[in-house]
């Protein structure tokens, strides 16, 4: 699966959804970053309503339920309300955000932070990917600029659901993840420069080689993820750029993301600060110039706890084996936890496996977890509930 965000792929997805919940006479909205809101009705329109959302977008070569599993999930409990009739107090919403994984256009959960105020419009529209294309123009290019003023929207709470991404739960032999925090996490964009010059020519001693000052700070990088290990602190590089790029000259510039991820704030932002001692100490001792972007930082958080009472009580009573746990992935719920009471709901996959294209999950786990979904849902959205 490699359905990036904004591209055709993306749109095709989309439309696909759209269409279903226009079958199904549901409102649809879309907002100036190109989220999408589907809307089920509810008997008093006064009241703010209930929201689940997830995204659509995924990694390159990634899996088919990050993500998506949630959006359909949703609007199959919207069609399982209309089956069965059932008329909730409060409307019952569907989000799909733009921009989740954040890896044609960096950052990651773009959508849903322009929605809580994290991120400006202005300068999502403006993130270009690797070919120089912008988020404003590809919104454009797919018919989904839209114009739906969503500043004032104000869910009453926000439940997403979503495979867990890891392996606890399938290890433990648990259906159900009560989602009650998230891992921080970071992005940075780091640049050495050095001299590119000729390979044949160039005495080892006379080189100011960007990309062995690349690989010197991914092996100290390497150790300092290692060091938090144990109390969960994760470090990943996942993009590499040399340039010029070519295996006979040594490289002038080396470019390189990195991301780090740690349960604890204060850890994570002591992690953040060795990057920036170790990153410019390698600079010195190797005679290149470095460049650091940090573009994206989420602390720690936790979720609403009324939020996740309501989802372990479900889960209780529809007998679903279950246990509390973190997400070490980010999720758009980090971002409505800032505008709503929000928590989530995780199924397992199988062997723990995400971000791959042999991500999977059994019939049974996805039932489960549309089913705590729905009764979650329509439990917050009824007459009387109070959050
Ligand atoms: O990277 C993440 O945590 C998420 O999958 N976007
Ligand atoms: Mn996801
Ligand atoms: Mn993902």
Request: glycine content about 8%; proline content about 3%; overall charge negative.
């Amino acid at each position: 699966m490699t359905r990036l965000a904004l591209t055709d792929l993306d749109k095709q997805a989309c439309d696909l959804l759209i269409d279903k919940a226009k079958k199904a006479k549901f409102d649809v909205s879309i907002d100036q970053i190109g989220n999408i809101f589907i809307r089920r009705q509810g008997k008093n329109s006064n009241l703010n309503p209930v929201l689940m959302g997830s995204h659509a977008d995924s990694q390159p070569k990634g899996g088919r339920f990050d993500g998506v599993y949630g959006v359909l999930a949703g609007l199959e409990v919207m069609l399982s309300l209309n089956d069965n009739n059932v008329q909730t107090e409060r409307s019952i919403d569907l989000a799909i955000w733009t921009n989740e994984e954040g890896t044609r256009f960096a950052p990651a959960m773009m959508g849903s932070a322009v929605f809580a105020k994290k991120m400006k419009l202005e300068n999502a529209l403006s993130c270009q990917d690797n070919n120089g294309v912008t988020v404003k123009e590809e919104l454009e290019r797919i018919g989904y600029a839209g114009s739906d003023d969503f500043s004032q929207y104000n869910p009453y709470a926000s439940l997403e659901l979503h495979i867990e991404q890891g392996p606890i739960l399938e290890k433990h032999n648990n259906v159900i993840g009560i989602v009650t925090g998230s891992l921080g996490q970071k992005w940075y964009e780091i640049e050495f420069i050095g001299e590119a010059s000729h390979a044949g020519t160039t005495p080892m001693n006379m080189r100011r080689d960007a990309g062995f000052g690349m690989a010197r700070a991914m092996l100290k990088l390497h150790d300092l993820g290692m060091q938090e290990c144990d109390m969960g602190g994760r470090i990943t590089i996942g993009e590499v750029k040399l340039d010029p790029g070519s295996r006979n000259v040594i490289p002038g510039r080396a470019w390189f993301t990195l991301e780090i991820r740690h349960p604890n704030k204060q850890a994570l932002e002591k992690m953040d600060k060795k990057i920036y001692d170790l990153m410019h100490h390698i600079g010195k001792t190797n005679k290149l110039d470095v460049l650091i972007n940090k573009i994206l930082s989420i602390s720690p958080l936790n979720f609403d706890q009324k939020c996740i009472s309501v989802v372990r009580e479900v889960t209780r009573n529809l007998g679903y084996s279950h246990e509390d746990m973190i997400s070490g992935a980010g999720h758009d719920s980090c971002y409505l936890n800032y505008v709503a009471p929000a928590s989530m709901i995780f199924i397992p996959c199988v062997n723990g496996l995400s971000h791959n294209e042999l991500e999977d999950i059994t019939f049974e786990w996805s039932e489960a977890g549309a089913q705590v979904l729905a009764h979650s849902i329509v439990k917050l959205a009824s007459h009387g509930f109070e959050i």
